[in-house]
């Protein structure tokens, strides 16, 4: 979308409470008739400031004056109903200095009570965006008629990867948004842009239009959809029959599965009708086992969507009232995108409401149970954090006090954040401990109800941000998913990881294995890492029979062959001999996942 600017200024001192510009904002240009629905307004205000400023803030030269970007906010253009908007509408100002813009409905500050307002009077008129039918007499063109050089061109324009991944406002880059950087760092930045823009391109405009031109001749092609409306240039209403025909006709001619679904819901698409018909597309694919795979991209899909409500928001509410796995694991999500997703809020902060009321009391006051659960551990941890010595004491009085004022000496019970399924009465006291590292995580296991049941290892830690460690081993699940569906069974062993507050949460913990720093320590710090003798020893000691050791073998060749491909693929960097560990069964797996796409450490002279 063309980028229209309409600028009013005005002067005034630094002591000055209130800024009047009284003056009104004029597109001459653009025509309501050729808006898109999705049509958002953003006022970004600047100032020239004498006093020392942070560099890093964008700055435009405006009559020989640099003026810096000190907030922003937007409107929507049209309301929920699709009517124009009219009359005074009050916006807090998002700081820009700490926030960029971004989003793809109405933002403004929700927080800070001391924000600056900005307030916009908009012209009463009575406008509103009439409901578009898509074309109904489209129809498809077989692509062997058209001449073989230019099914191989348009074939090579189908297979370029062209679809922006990320969010427009980090992505472009233009003379006016340069910072006060240093002429490396900003040759650096040009750089980086420059090689994004090779590589993750827009089509040229005689590129899209031959695309958009042989529209009907491409609809069977797979993922061509959005490389098609990709190369529509103009989205007016005249326009939306034709595209929404063509969405409907090649849902008639094909199938869409849910990667190009997916690719439908790329901030490249703010257009609710092509955003719905993925949602539906994507939830007549999904099982309730992949809705728990990908629950966080849904989550983070619907920061993009121009209403505060759509199909998939619905179907999550729908799913969870029977299903409450999904419940318990969406209430989780929801509680660690409150802390995390600022200008997000309220968007989250409904759905959570929502999810409270449709899930029934009782789960409700379970789900408060496990909030309670979590306050108190994280009391227990921060307080070991200030002793100095006989952590491990206090560690022990503080869960006996914790079995007997949370869980009423075994009477009350709860389910854990990190794993649904099990429900516990109190913790298993005598086999806590505090591991020695700097955030001084606390191994706690948990007694299960019926004492003939297994008990749960996990590890509460605070002080690390335990998100990347989860959406690793998520996209791990992914993979799993991917390879088992071809019969490929690489024998992952994967672990849950909940945040439940900030830098703060639960890691699950896998019994019968330990770390290869365990298993090499007997032969020595060389003989043990470089020889072949020690892990095979290890397995030989828990595997007697030879049946055991073969399967043992087998375990351990194929995960870490899945593990292998899968690390390389996520770029996991620091990678040790005790962040890699082997089950008595056989299966490696991997823990800690620090650093990754890309983000390695030096060892010697090399990343590991």
């Known amino acids: 979308m063309t980028r229209v600017i309409s600028c009013v200024r005005n002067r005034y001192s630094y002591n000055s ?8 904002l004029s597109f001459n240009d653009v025509y309501l008739c050729g808006l898109e629905r999705e049509t958002l307004i953003l006022f970004e205000i600047y100032a020239n400031i004498n006093d020392e400023i942070d560099s890093g803030l964008t700055y435009e030269v405006i009559e020989g004056y640099p003026m810096y970007l000190i907030g922003w906010c937007s409107q929507a253009l049209f309301d929920h109903e699709y009517n124009l908007i009219a009359g005074e509408c009050y916006l807090g100002i998002i700081d820009a200095s700490v926030i960029n813009q971004t989003g793809f409905y109405s933002l403004r500050n929700v927080f800070d009570r001391e924000c600056s307002i900005l307030t916009i009077s908009f012209p009463d008129q009575a406008v509103f965006w009439p409901n578009i039918q898509p074309r109904k007499d489209m129809h498809g063109y077989n692509f062997t008629e058209i001449n073989h050089d230019k099914q191989e061109y348009l074939c090579r324009l189908l297979d370029r990867p062209n679809l922006l991944l990320a969010d427009h406002s980090t992505m472009n880059e233009d003379n006016r948004s340069v910072t006060n950087t240093t002429r490396e760092g900003l040759l650096k930045k040009r750089l980086f842009f420059r090689i994004l823009f090779i590589l993750d391109r827009e089509f ?114 729908k799913e969870s009232i029977q299903d409450y796995r999904l419940a318990h694991k969406l209430y989780w999500y929801l509680r660690q995108l409150l802390l995390t997703e600022n200008i997000h809020f309220i968007r989250y902060y409904y759905l959570f409401i929502s999810l409270l009321y449709v899930i029934g009391e009782n789960f409700r006051i379970e789900l408060q149970n496990e909030y309670n659960l979590c306050l108190n551990l994280k009391k227990i941890g921060l307080e070991i954090k200030t002793i100095k010595s006989n952590r491990g004491s206090y560690l022990n009085e503080q869960l006996k006090e914790f079995n007997h004022d949370f869980f009423h000496s075994g009477q009350n019970s709860c389910r854990l954040p ?67 569906a071809n019969d490929f069974d690489f024998r992952l062993s994967l672990f849950n990881v909940v945040q439940t507050e900030e830098r703060c949460g ?94 390695t450490q030096k060892f010697g002279w090399f990343n590991r």
Not at 449 to 473: A, F
Not at 579 to 586: A, D, H, R
């Open 204 to 317: 040229a405009n005689d590129e899209c239009h031959i695309l958009w031109s042989h529209r009907r001749f491409l609809t069977h092609k797979p993922h061509a959809l959005p490389k098609l409306l990709k190369s529509r240039s103009v989205w007016d209403y005249p326009s939306l029959i034709d595209i929404y025909g063509l969405i409907d006709l090649v849902a008639h001619d094909r199938s869409i599965d849910e990667i190009e679904s997916f690719e439908l819901l790329l901030p490249a698409f703010p257009d609710m009708y092509i955003r719905s018909f993925a949602y539906q597309t994507l939830i007549s694919q999904l099982t309730s086992h992949d809705l728990l795979i990908y629950l966080p991209q849904l989550l983070q899909i619907i920061k993009f969507d121009y209403n505060y409500t759509s199909p998939i928001i619905e179907h999550l509410l």
């Open 506 to 599: 639960f890691i699950e913990m896998i019994t019968e294995s330990e770390t290869l720093l365990e298993i090499e320590k007997p032969l020595g710090a060389i003989k043990g890492s470089f020889g072949e003798s020690a892990l095979y020893d290890w397995l030989r000691l828990h595997n007697t029979t030879e049946r055991d050791f073969r399967i043992a073998i087998d375990n351990l060749t194929y995960s870490c062959a899945g593990y292998c491909v899968a690390t390389y693929i996520l770029g996991i960097g620091d990678r040790h001999n005790e962040n890699i560990m082997v089950k008595k069964s056989g299966q490696l797996f991997h823990i800690d996942f620090g650093k990754y796409l890309g983000d």
């Open 418 to 484: 990190c794993q649904f399924s099990f429900l516990t009465n109190n913790i298993d006291v005598n086999s806590c401990s505090i591991f020695n590292s700097l955030t001084l995580p606390v191994k706690l296991i948990f007694n299960p109800i019926d004492y003939s049941g297994e008990k749960y290892y996990s590890i509460y830690k605070i002080g690390d941000d335990l998100r990347q460690d989860q959406i690793v081993l998520q996209l791990l699940s992914c993979m799993d998913k991917i390879w088992q």
């Open 17 to 24: 409470s209130q800024i009047r510009f009284d003056q009104k």
